[in-house]
């Protein structure tokens, strides 16, 4: 049942954690479900406080979206790619709003931004999920910039043992997106702030 938006305090955003990266397809990479325990600690956290928020936002392309001129063909909408990996398909279940997108920021999916907009006593979002270094990175600094010009002092923070990147050059390419999240007013903790 979902909650009422206007009093959530705080909210959790799972980014891209699909079969299409996790598990087959030409994006996928195993080794990125090594986050998936760290990312249900955190949704067993939010899901049994008062007034939290569990969002998914899984890729959702059609054969003519744009972005797949750039990258390989990946989570096409309706195959199994586009789907929650089993691992925590239990807990988009219980998830507040589940959302699809067509590009590599989930901020422009539809219904992202009205429901942001219904959540007027938010204090802060998590981001969990992957690529650390294009969805991830996507949404934390379009949303820092949706949250500034509209004066709404939310922080927006990112457990880094809950986000991953593809295997080629991982740990480099993540320590630099986490500088460049940091230098973007994005807040990086190892282990969850509790209020």
């Known amino acids: 049942m979902t909650k009422d938006l206007e009093n959530m305090t705080e909210a959790l955003f799972i980014i891209d954690m699909n079969n299409g990266f996790c598990n087959k397809g030409l994006l996928a990479d195993t080794t990125i479900k090594g986050i998936v325990n760290n990312i249900i600690s955190l949704i067993k956290e939010e899901k049994y406080m008062k007034g939290q928020g569990l969002f998914f936002v899984n890729d959702a392309h059609t054969k003519e979206s744009v972005e797949l001129l750039r990258y390989p063909e990946h989570c096409l909408r309706g195959s199994e790619e586009s789907e929650t990996i089993e691992e925590l398909m ?72 809950t986000v991953e990147n593809l295997k080629e050059n991982r740990e480099e390419v993540k320590e630099n997106t986490f500088k460049e999240l940091e230098t973007s007013g994005i807040k990086l903790v190892r282990k969850k702030e509790r209020n």
């Open 90 to 161: 239990v807990y988009e279940k219980d998830a507040d709003q589940i959302f699809y997108k067509n590009s590599t920021c989930a901020l422009f999916a539809p219904g992202v931004m009205e429901t942001l907009n219904k959540m007027i006593n938010l204090k802060r979002v998590y981001i969990a999920g992957c690529l650390t270094d294009i969805c991830i990175k996507n949404f934390a600094i379009s949303l820092r910039c949706y949250f500034d010009e509209y004066n709404r002092n939310i922080d927006i923070v990112i457990v880094t043992n």
